[in-house]
């Protein structure tokens, strides 16, 4: 999990608050017909966007984004996390990163963690949002300090964010 490394297609993202704008199409957002209700998660698409909350009688039945992200196993964001400070510091950093995601799926239910991998001195979370990637980097930038970087593949919608402290 070498997180030095610029991969192909991808570009260093110098400015932290920059927005990263989506790209026009995206094959896990398809237009839906209002309402729908998740079939796995029972989140409701309504209003032009998804929310926890109680499906209206007579609504659709589709499986959501983060759900068909989860099922494919096809990550929008990475967060790579490192450094002596973080193997000292692991189980706190981890317990943060959980908690933050849980506060951003509560009003953003398309925003989850898929996985988190450990390996050596280091872990590779993986997220269904480029958005919850981004957000989990500034938390522990805002939290622990650190360096922070931003790469982004705009072909492929696609956030790695490494941390390291």
Known sequence: MNSNRMLPGFRRIERHDKLFQEQAHDAYKPQLAEPTVCLQCKAVFEHGRWHWGKARAGARKAICP?????????????????????????????????????????????????????????????????????????ALLRAYQGELEYHYNPSEDLLRVNWTH
Not at 102 to 129: N, S, W
Request: one cysteine or more.
């Open 66 to 138: 983060a759900c068909h992200r989860i099922h494919d196993h096809f990550p929008a964001g990475y967060v790579m996390l490192g450094g002596a400070f973080f193997k000292a510091h692991r189980n706190e950093v981890l317990s943060l990163v959980h908690n933050h995601e849980t506060r951003e799926r509560t009003e953003h239910p398309l925003q989850r963690i898929m996985a988190v991998e450990e390996e050596g001195d280091e872990a590779l979370i993986t997220t269904t949002d480029i958005r919850l990637a981004r957000n989990i980097g500034e």
